[in-house]
């Protein structure tokens, strides 16, 4: 068991953001903001999506009240302006969002102070061919746009071929985002501190087919095969402006971290085994 990282240190301009469709966020958004003005700290509030733009510039911490899809908006602004993003869960499974809500404002003058660990988790880049750009902490979904039917996609990594895939869609995960989409497709699981990047087809025709682990390193060509479709690509759930009429895709990682916080004894394992429903430990069998 890791503990995270060392803190970026005491936080003097906060940003927070709501996400006012999870019962509780706004109530304790405003309550987390009232105690950081009452330590002397700046504070800046959005419920908007997406943010305002420089909404993150000059913060030193953005605390997010929601779920994972709200910390997920945010990871663009972030990493523009390096910025720390600390996810407090009012939504269901909270992978990203590790700060429970029970108990945060007791310890949020603690916070205040840097008493939280940062993680550094490798994002995707994704480019279309006419120069359309978007990133990822979870994944890159390709498929056909507008059909509900088996799609052929080539895939190439650092110029070669690798495969023709015939199936419902190709998943490219970070290890963050292997709990995600990948998870539920059949992926395998990987630690955040993995270097690689994992491909996982959806529903392959040919059953052979099946996820790929590549180094961080590699540079990936997604493009349609016969007929050249049109590809519908999403990133970390959302349709990016310039990706709708997408027929070759480049995914590489994007040399940027997203910084993430956690509490000083978070442990990646205690988190899946809770999430996901582990077993904890052995336990004796009976005859």
Same mark, same amino acid.
């Given at each position: #068991?890791?503990?995270?990282?060392? &803190?970026? $240190?005491?936080?003097?301009?906060?940003?927070?953001?709501?996400?006012?469709?999870?019962?509780?966020a706004e109530t304790l958004a405003r309550r987390l903001a009232d105690l950081a003005c009452a330590h002397g700290r700046t504070v800046e509030v959005s419920d908007l999506y997406p943010l305002p733009r420089d909404f993150l510039k000059g913060a030193d911490l953005c605390v997010v009240v929601g779920g994972d899809g709200t910390l997920l908006g945010v990871v663009a602004a972030a990493l523009e302006h390096d910025v720390p993003v #600390?996810?407090?869960?009012?939504? &269901?499974? $909270?992978?990203?969002?590790?700060?429970?809500a029970d108990g945060i404002e007791e310890d949020f003058a603690r916070l205040l102070d840097g008493a939280f660990g940062i993680g550094r988790r490798a994002v995707l880049r994704g480019r279309s061919a006419d120069g359309a750009e978007g990133v990822a902490l979870n994944d890159i979904l390709v498929k056909e746009n507008g059909a509900f039917r088996l799609v052929h996609l080539q895939v190439e990594a650092d110029g070669?071929?690798?495969?023709?895939?015939?199936?419902d869609g190709l998943i490219f995960s970070t290890p963050t985002g292997s709990t995600a989409y990948n998870l539920s497709a059949g992926g395998p699981l990987m630690h955040p501190e993995t270097a690689a990047v994992a491909l996982t087809p959806i529903c392959p025709h040919t059953l052979s087919n099946r996820s790929i682990i590549f180094p961080d390193t590699v540079h990936l060509t997604v493009s349609?095969?016969?007929?050249?479709?049109?590809?519908?690509?999403?990133?970390?759930?959302q349709c990016p402006p310039g990706f709708g009429e997408a027929n070759r895709l480049e995914i590489s990682l994007d040399p940027r971290r997203l910084r993430l916080a956690q509490p000083p004894d978070y442990a990646y394992f205690e988190t899946v085994r809770k999430k996901l429903d582990w077993s904890g430990g052995m336990r004796p069998i009976r005859g």
């Open positions: #068991m890791t503990a995270a990282p060392a &803190s970026p $240190g005491p936080v003097e301009r906060l940003a927070i953001v709501i996400n006012q469709d999870k019962p509780g #600390m996810g407090v869960n009012r939504g &269901s499974l $909270g992978f990203l969002t590790v700060f429970p070669g071929l690798v495969t023709d895939f015939y199936c349609g095969g016969s007929g050249h479709p049109r590809l519908l690509v999403a990133m970390d759930g």
